[in-house]
């Protein structure tokens, strides 16, 4: 008795270690998405020419907003996953490091948005960015696979309705992306405009 | 009476763990401030001449100091905030996920501070830094709007003194930010002398 | 009692925090991975054009797919290690300290790797970079030497089986990077295979 | 009675949350040291060509590995003396936070020492460097003035001998800090030597 509740304790903290590790590496990638924006460093500019290079930073800021959002929901979703789990095997801590991977890597097809959002490689840059996240929807979908294969993984107060829920979840975050993705091969402007409408649907 | 003890502290761990994630976010952009700093790489430089570039330097460790301890006030302030909430809903997140979008993004202005306090755009470089920090400032006083028009989300010792006293104490924090964001329009040093006057009324 | 129960729980702190920074640190480094990969800056270019850049930049993926690989086993080893600690004394510390300044380094052999994988450096690119894993590999060795010497730091449960296991894991890990780096020695690629096949071996 | 429970335990998070942020930017200052550490892009680079950028950098390695260990011993320093901390007031938050910015920018003088260790601003770069560390030093002071001189910040089982212990430390601390300047003005070699000395002092 004292040993499984020993056991049990082990278990928790098992789990919390990972999230928070995994937490961590949310939070320094968000945190990163930020030092790729500066202007020139020109130090005879004048105020108004200031003003300006501000402005035309504009495709940077719209990149850093799209990123923030997206990594932000995709720590929410993170989040939701792991409250579904007493415990992790090699399988789970697998998918996870991919997952993770994927998400520290987020700063750079960010970089590579803001830098061609104007101009001429702009469907190319368009269509690399959603696709990265197409490929991060496939690792958190592989990570509840690795989770909800294995029963035992998953605390005890879970349902097969919830279950069901949330492999729907997973899966329509994975349709979303791709359909976003095959927009953006036709109009990159509309791929990125559902991108919106899909954090909407996400929120309410 | 156990699910509702199961479930009080589901909803405790839900607010740590954004205060954590939240805290992870201050942390790492109030790191990242300092790696703006640099010496020009120059290796034939002499003593005296180190000295000079070093010296020179010193709108980049001005810029540094005020977005430090602004930043370490919103900390405090953001601290202050989540002590009153016991549970948090998408509207919630979704204020708290824009101020830590503007918090994380704090480097730039203050890059842009630092590189143009010493110059013929340091007019500009004042206002937009000064008024980045209405921005804070808003999405704090979002916040707490999201927080507190709901009463379910708060704690239940806090009473509506409490209440009006943050309220007052949010709203005074962007009347004073958008002052000085005037001031400097007017006069730039007098403004970020202001903000000098702020930080000891804050902490005394 | 109430003295050893306290003592108890403020060594139980102690690690806690040890552990607590160390994961930390595991956590930026593994992040700061990414940041040195990058497109370059060309506002001209075509779709095609930043295909081909993208492309082009194989030699950083692979780099940080390796490196973001061995730095998270690495951290799933130091979490097993400190998981038989239940305090630390000076020479852990200072043996924790050397390993975590090697593992907050990664990113500078990695970046190197990825920039010379591909040209007439290659060899001795990948030589440093395994060479590094062998310097990692024996902060490891020292640290469980550390540990386990002094019986009184590590936990009660523990048998002496089990600590026979790990030294034998740890011994393991450094006979395997030292084989991989006196085969990349010899031939740079096969290096490289090898630290893969060391890779399924410690995740099955 | 309940009141002064609860009470308590606020208390004791308000110390928590202040550790870990502070953790925090140690924790991310420390790895962010290593980020400045890079070999020259130079694609045409043949192997013995590699080699020898690697050994050019030797001035960076030193810098780093003094640092580091540096940034350490603050991190424990700060451990011991918060450990002594049952509740913080505003003199010891502003006193704190002075400290973290100076530990925030230590990458700083770290990047500055690197540049220029080995060239004709070397005498310049260290006293630079080791002025540095008495700011930190009197940080520390300031920090522990602000925590011992109310007694009700404090954890009751201190004893008077303990904090004349930790006054002491923190003294001799700045009194060391100091006396390494003060060589460095003269030799810059025996200064930084001297650190050395200081290392295994506070480690033994």
Redesign the interface.
């Known amino acids: 008795m004292e040993i499984i509740k020993h056991s049990g304790r082990q278990d928790l903290k098992e789990t919390a270690?990972v999230e928070?590790?995994s937490?961590?590496?949310?939070?320094?990638?968000?945190?990163?998405?930020?030092?790729e924006?500066?202007?020139e460093?020109n130090?005879?500019?004048?105020?108004?020419?200031?003003?300006h290079s501000?402005l035309t930073l504009w495709p940077k800021y719209l990149a850093?907003?799209i990123s923030?959002?997206n990594v932000?929901l995709a720590?929410?979703g993170h989040?939701s996953l792991f409250?579904q789990l007493r415990n992790t095997d090699?399988f789970v801590?697998?998918a996870n490091?991919l997952l993770?991977?994927l998400v520290?890597?987020v700063?750079?097809p960010t970089?590579?948005l803001g830098?061609?959002l104007h101009?001429?490689?702009?469907?190319?840059?368009v269509i690399?960015y959603t696709a990265y996240f197409v490929l991060i929807s496939m690792a958190f979908r592989l990570l509840w696979y690795a989770a909800s294969h294995n029963r035992s993984l998953l605390i005890n107060s879970i349902t097969e309705k919830q279950i069901k829920q949330i492999t729907r979840n997973e899966n329509l975050g994975l349709v979303f992306n791709t359909v976003i993705t095959l927009v953006a091969l036709i109009n990159p402007i509309a791929g990125l405009s559902l991108s919106f409408v899909m954090w909407i649907y996400w929120?309410?």
Chains 1, 2, 3, 4 share one sequence.
């Open positions: 270690r928070a590790f937490d961590g590496v949310f939070c320094v990638a968000i945190t990163l998405l930020a030092i924006i500066g202007v460093v130090s005879n500019e004048t105020n108004g020419g200031l003003w501000l850093y907003f923030f959002i932000l720590w929410i989040h409250k090699n801590m697998a490091g993770l991977m520290a890597l700063p750079f970089k590579t830098l061609y101009g001429g490689a702009f469907k190319a840059a690399f929120m309410t």
